[in-house]
Each structure stands twice: as structure tokens, then as C-alpha cells.
């Protein structure tokens, strides 16, 4: 009695080996898998990082210009304003001197 046992449990300590060899390999086979995915998608991305520096670079552009362009506006309607005070400040005088 004590012999059988002994030799299922031998038996069962061998399948459980082989099972563990045989998920092993599986983990290897799909670690180098996901290894070549990895690889794939690290070229793609380094292609798109030239897309990006040139949407960057005309973003950029854009953006300077734009500020130049408000710039210009701002100055403009500031000098309007000025003009219109002075006029309107020279009408006030005008009224209060007649």
C-alpha cells in the first residue's frame, strides 16, 4: 500500500514537471513574439517622430505668426484709441471754453 503510494505520487511529480517544461515554452515562444511586436512598434513610432517634428515645426511657425498678427492689430487699435481721446478731449475743451 505504501509503495503505490509512493509511486503515484512519483507519477503525478512527473506530469506536473513535463506541464511545467511544456507552460514554459509557451511563455518563451509568446515572449518572443511579443518581443518582435515590440520591435515593429518601435520602428513605426521612429518614422512618425519625422511627421511630428514637421507638424511641430509648422505649429510653431503658425504660432509666431499669429502673435505677430495680433501684435500688429493690438498696436493699430491702440493708436485709434489714442486719437479718438484726443480728439474727444479737445471737443471737451472746446465746449467748456465757449
Known sequence: MNETLLLAIYLLLIV????????????????????VILEDVTT?????????????????????LSETL???????VRRLTRVLNKNKDKEMEEDIDE
Do not use: E, P
Open 70 to 76: 495680433v501684435g500688429f492689430i493690438t498696436s493699430g
Open 44 to 64: 513605426k513610432v521612429k518614422s512618425l517622430d519625422k511627421l511630428f517634428n514637421v507638424i511641430n515645426f509648422a505649429n510653431d511657425r503658425i504660432s509666431m
Open 16 to 35: 506536473l514537471i513535463v506541464l511545467a517544461i511544456a507552460v514554459l515554452i509557451k511563455v518563451l515562444l509568446t515572449l518572443n513574439k511579443v518581443d
